[in-house]
């Protein structure tokens, strides 16, 4: 009997061992990627040897992207020239470690092209740094002015903060050693190059939200966003490029409105393309040739809506516009002339009343704007407008106490703490 027992121990154990150890097989090596497998066909396994140990995260995007299945190589990507500002010596090879423009060109020129001329490419830095960070030949070529000033907020908070918070946005147009200006992977995240990442508006929300640009909070806002919120699940989001339309998008995305081929609406990468005002500035303007961006998106939105409703919408986001134009045109001139009789400081953001000067356009006109033409109501009333009155009886109260004018208390509004003040959504 005992040796029964005995025996049978050991049989259960043995079984036990070879279990536990086939399991933790399983385990450690489906933590790799097989480098051998179809989706990894024309790399020749020189980067996937190491990586696959050293990046395995890296790798296994790359395997489940488009780029692999295409057989397109690492270095195909990360090619380096010979002596270039941007190359290394990696084993050997001569690399790029961050692709710019210029590697991506190589098989997507057209799209480089149309990127380097938008507002995503060199404006988008100029906005931070003004002419100071760009050539002659750069400012001419981008169309930028030459007497273009940098944002004094971002020069007054200094690369300790700007480096965590304007630039990694901005840096979507920054300047790369070898003269070309952007960097796609800001939209084109990761290695996996999903047509649906970038079609979906999460990608754009990553830098359009907030107090001063809140895209992202719009669009949730919106009917659009609404429909996208219950429907989106079942939208193709890996459709064919030039194959979107109404009849496989309920409503547009982002991506949609400012960028894909939609219905009769053709393709690009410049964001510009399809924007007739320009919405960022302290006095919003009509873009050069804005007739024809404005046909370029009204084509987008021809696929769900009547003509007459298209126009009337946007005659009304107009008058919106230059709503915001007078009140902030108001808020400049009391502000300029404050300062030209040395009430306030004259350097910029020297006084509280600069700070309020700067929201009443930076961030509560701009909201109206952005609301006007993505329909949200809230952001062109609470969000926008209203503030912007708030602030300007503030202002207009200033302005008297300084100049000893005194004004009634039945005039009187709340505090610049205001519990209204957006931050975000």
Not at 118 to 128: E, M
Not at 266 to 278: A, E, I
């Amino acid at each position: 009997m005992k040796q029964s027992k005995f025996w049978r121990n050991l049989i259960t154990g043995v079984i036990v061992t070879i279990t536990v150890g086939y399991l933790f097989t399983v385990w450690t090596t489906s933590k790799e990627i097989n480098s051998s497998t179809p989706s990894f066909a024309g790399n020749g396994g020189i980067c996937l040897g190491c990586h696959n140990r050293t990046t395995p995260g890296v790798v296994k995007q790359y395997g489940a992207g488009k780029h692999a299945a295409s057989k397109v190589s690492c270095i195909d990507c990360h090619r380096g020239d010979p002596g270039g500002k941007l190359t290394v010596n990696h084993y050997d090879n001569n690399i790029v470690l961050r692709p710019t423009p210029q590697n991506c060109s190589r098989c997507h020129p057209t799209q480089t092209a149309q990127f380097d001329h938008s507002r995503h490419g060199a404006p988008a830095w100029y906005a931070q740094t003004g002419a100071a960070a760009f050539t002659d030949e750069q400012l001419k070529r981008y169309g930028l002015s030459a007497t273009g000033k940098y944002n004094d907020l971002y020069h007054m908070e200094g690369p300790n903060i700007t480096k965590m918070a304007c630039e990694v946005c901005h840096s979507i147009g920054k300047p790369n050693a070898d003269g070309t200006f952007g960097d796609c992977a800001k939209c084109h995240a990761g290695h996996t190059f999903s047509k649906e990442q970038v079609r979906k508006p999460e990608i754009c929300g990553s830098c359009h939200l907030g107090p001063d640009h809140p895209m992202k909070e719009i669009y949730d806002e919106s009917i659009h966003g609404t429909i996208y919120a219950n429907k989106g699940s079942t939208w193709d989001w890996n459709a064919p490029v030039g194959t979107l339309s109404s009849k496989n998008f309920d409503a547009p995305t982002c991506a949609i409105c400012h960028m894909s081929s939609f219905g009769a609406a053709q393709g690009t990468h410049d964001v510009g393309q399809r924007l007739s005002w320009k919405l960022t500035p302290a006095q919003a303007e009509k873009r050069v040739d804005w007739e024809s961006h404005r046909v370029n998106m009204q084509t987008v939105c021809l696929e769900c809506h009547a003509q007459s409703t298209i126009k009337t919408m946007y005659d009304n986001a107009d008058k919106v516009v230059l709503q915001g134009n007078e009140n902030i045109s108001t808020a400049q001139t009391i502000i300029k002339k404050l300062k030209d009789d040395g009430l306030i400081p004259a350097t910029p953001f020297s006084s509280s009343i600069d700070f309020k000067g700067f929201e009443i356009w930076h961030h509560e006109g701009r909201r109206s704007r952005f609301g006007a033409f993505m329909n949200g109501p809230d952001y062109v009333q609470w969000h926008g407008i209203y503030e912007q009155l708030i602030d300007l009886t503030e202002l207009k109260e200033r302005d008297a106490e300084l100049r000893g004018k005194g004004i009634t208390s039945a005039t009187s509004v709340q505090d610049t703490s205001k519990s209204t003040k957006v931050e975000g959504r």
